[in-house]
């Protein structure tokens, strides 16, 4: 049950093909694999950004990686946050928010968000040091994945149709309880970052509760972009301010200084 809700979170998440089946049989029995396929995705993101780093210069192994990024996961929740952002600004009512969050064009604000999204995970990426940055992408990843845990538990899904959860999905224990025990295990680790994730993400969840009284898919993966671009612009502040609260910044500062660092030309 374990291992296929993983490879179904997989599959959902990202291009990498998953035989049918290896995948979960139970009704959105993917969501137990949330966490764990996103902390899969982050050990790849290392991987891309340790080989990055080590042959090209700092700028451009940034835009590699975010370019790697957006093609592992297929773009699946820029598409929701750009689908949001046309949805969720301005004035509108409930039934024309739903139309437009169904829509699959792309607004002005919808390209927007996709922009500042991409500018803003560059520039942390790049302000970062290479030793806590590429570390820490796989927190970071198993974090955000588990916020949409945290979401369907707080809003309830608001399509009458069949659509990306079912109605006994959000009221599943296991799922609120793993998703805890995420947050608290990132918190331990990087309290600053997840404190101003979540926050975050509360305050989202607010509007979303607003405009629509609940949630959708595209609200679902708006949510991964947020907290992940929250987390990283208070972990470039947390760095830059010196701070050493949090596990994991102790842990990176004890590693050797020249672990992460490109050969010499």
């Known amino acids: 049950m374990i291992l296929g809700g ?34 899969a995705i982050g050990i790849l993101l290392s991987a891309a950004a340790a080989g990055a780093v080590w042959v090209f210069p700092l700028p451009v192994a940034v835009v590699l990686l975010v370019g790697v990024s957006v093609l592992l996961t297929g773009a699946i929740h820029l598409d929701g946050l750009a689908d949001c952002a046309d949805a ?6 409930r039934d024309t928010v739903l139309r437009i969050l169904k829509d699959p064009r ?21 302000s970062l040091p290479t030793a806590i940055l590429i570390p820490v992408l ?11 845990l945290a979401a369907m538990r707080v809003l309830p899904y608001v399509r009458a149709e069949s659509g ?8 599943r224990p296991t799922l609120a309880v793993l998703a805890a025990a995420v947050v608290i295990l990132s918190a331990t680790l990087l309290p600053i970052p997840v404190g101003a994730s ?20 595209d609200v679902l993966g ?12 208070a972990l470039t ?29």
């Open 198 to 217: 979540l926050i975050a993400c509360a305050l989202f969840w607010r509007l979303s509760w607003k405009k629509i009284g609940g949630c959708t898919g």
């Open 164 to 171: 990306i959860i079912s109605a006994g999905a959000a009221s």
């Open 88 to 93: 969720f600004y301005g004035r509108r009512d």
């Open 138 to 148: 796989p927190v970071l990843s198993m974090f955000s994945r588990s916020t949409v």
């Open 237 to 265: 502040a947390h760095v830059k301010a010196g701070l050493s609260w949090g596990g994991f910044v102790t842990l990176a500062r004890l590693l050797p200084s020249g672990l992460f660092a490109a050969p010499a030309p």
């Open 222 to 233: 708006a949510t991964i972009e947020i907290s992940e671009i929250v987390f990283l612009l």
């Open 106 to 126: 792309i607004g002005t604000m919808g390209g927007a968000a996709i922009g500042l999204s991409l500018l803003l995970r560059a520039a942390a990426f790049l």
């Open 6 to 39: 993983f490879f179904s979170a997989l599959a959902f998440l990202t291009v990498i093909p998953v035989p049918d089946f290896l995948k979960s049989r139970r009704e959105n029995g993917m969501f137990s694999g949330y966490p764990a396929a996103g902390l």
